[in-house]
């Protein structure tokens, strides 16, 4: 199970059909602190992918510690517009692995997810 944090609802479908075609599921949240995150079970998730548009710069690194205290074993990805370097120099700093830009999460979408199923 992959989750996917974004108010970006347009592109939401682009990485639903990636996720089908890993034959992944893909569950959507608008924000990290949502009653569907926080009822999602710690076991069985492979990836959190963030879109880092929806969080602040300043709350980050505390938004990026309660999901690996949460889900442990989940990778935290986190992808941006390239023009926002301090969001994705943010993620960086916050153990965020990988950070893409937008263009490159849209680019190598197939293949990403594909990683991203496998347990780490």
């Known amino acids: 199970m992959i989750l996917l944090v974004t108010k970006d609802l347009f592109f939401v479908p682009t990485l639903r059909a990636a996720a089908d075609k890993c034959g992944v599921e893909l569950v959507t949240a608008l924000s990290f602190d949502s009653a569907r995150v926080q009822g999602l079970p710690p076991e069985g998730?492979?990836?959190?992918?963030?879109?880092?548009?929806?969080?602040?710069?300043?709350?980050?690194?505390?938004?990026?510690?309660?999901?690996?205290?949460?889900?442990?074993?989940?990778?935290?990805?986190?992808?941006?517009?390239?023009?926002?370097?301090?969001?994705?120099?943010?993620?960086?700093?916050?153990?965020?692995?990988?950070?893409?830009?937008?263009?490159?999460?849209?680019?190598?979408?197939d293949r990403l997810m594909a990683d991203w199923t496998l347990v780490p």
Do not use: K, M, W, Y
């Open 45 to 109: 998730l492979t990836a959190c992918v963030l879109d880092l548009s929806g969080i602040p710069v300043a709350g980050l690194a505390e938004v990026v510690s309660e999901l690996r205290g949460r889900f442990p074993q989940a990778r935290l990805v986190a992808f941006g517009p390239h023009v926002q370097e301090q969001r994705l120099h943010a993620a960086r700093e916050a153990g965020c692995q990988p950070v893409l830009t937008r263009g490159q999460l849209s680019s190598h979408i």
